[in-house]
């Protein structure tokens, strides 16, 4: 049994899988006020209009908030920290944390994206900066 469910994109959503897939973070820019929409909608909020661009993201965020979940879980697998992601251009999504005891996870902590291929899919993942790149 797989332990991920490949992501079934709406028309929406293909943009963002598709820079994940080519392990990039691409959120949806109005392409008529540029705000940035995530997670991705067929009209944007602030202006109405229904063309989007995508933005890619640098990848850099903090943690706005997570859990500790333990399902689905196998026998010989760890609970995840699932976590909200405060990305630095400004929109949030969910992901989850790697690297980490939970001890040491903060809110407002500094994480970056990774891309880790999950039972052949690929998803976003976030962890502690890589010090030595910076
Ligand atoms: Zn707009």
């Not at 705000?35 to 909608?41: A, D, G, N």
């Not at 994206?113 to 976030?126: C, E, I, N, R, S």
Request: a negative charge; glycine letters at 6%.
């Amino acid at each position: 049994m797989p332990r991920v469910l490949a992501p079934q994109a709406t028309y929406d959503e293909e943009l963002f899988w598709r820079g994940v897939k080519l392990g990039k973070l691409l959120i949806a820019r109005c392409a008529s006020c540029s705000r940035l929409q995530h997670p991705p909608s067929p009209m944007c909020p602030q202006c109405g209009s229904v063309e989007w661009e995508p933005q890619e993201a640098s990848g850099r965020g903090t943690v706005h908030s997570w859990i500790l979940s333990h399902h689905p879980t196998g026998p010989d697998e760890a609970p995840r920290i699932v976590a909200l992601i405060d990305l630095e251009e400004g929109v949030r999504l969910v992901s989850n944390l790697q690297g980490l005891a939970v001890d040491d996870v903060k809110n407002d902590m500094a994480v970056e994206a990774v891309f880790a291929d999950v039972d052949g899919v690929t998803l976003p993942q976030f962890r502690p900066p890589d010090e030595a790149a910076i």
